[in-house]
C-alpha cells in the first residue's frame, strides 16, 4: 500500500462512520484529518514514499500539538487512541 492508498482508506473509514459516530470520535477524526493530509502532502514533497513515513509525521505533529497546548489531556487521550485505532483497523485491511 502506498501513501495515498493509506490516505484514502484513514479518510475513507473517518467519514464512513460519521453517521453513528458519537461527538468525541467526530472531534478526533475532524482533528486528525488535517494531521493525516498534512503529512501525506510533506511525505510527498520529500520523496517519502512508505506507510511508516506518514506514520511518523502523524505522531510528530500530534506530539506537536500536544506541546503547544491544542489538546487538553482528556482530547489528548481521545485523538492519541482513536488515532491508533484507526491505523490498526487500515492495516489489518491490508490487500
Known amino acids: ?35 493525516i493530509t498534512l503529512s501525506v502532502a510533506q511525505c510527498e514533497i520529500e520523496g517519502r514514499t512508505h506507510v511508516r513515513d506518514v506514520k511518523a509525521r502523524v505522531n510528530n505533529s500530534l506530539n506537536q500539538a500536544i506541546l503547544n497546548g491544542e489538546l487538553n489531556s482528556e482530547d489528548q487521550t481521545l485523538v492519541e487512541s482513536f488515532w491508533t485505532e484507526l491505523v490498526a483497523k487500515v492495516e489489518q485491511t491490508r490487500a
Not at 8 to 34: C, E, H, K, V, W
Request: charged fraction near 30%; avoid cysteine; proline fraction near 0%.
Open 1 to 35: 500500500m502506498d501513501i495515498f492508498e493509506f490516505e484514502r482508506r484513514l479518510l475513507t473509514d473517518i467519514d464512513s462512520n460519521i453517521a453513528s459516530a458519537t461527538d468525541d470520535q467526530l472531534f478526533a477524526g475532524g482533528y486528525l484529518r488535517g494531521h
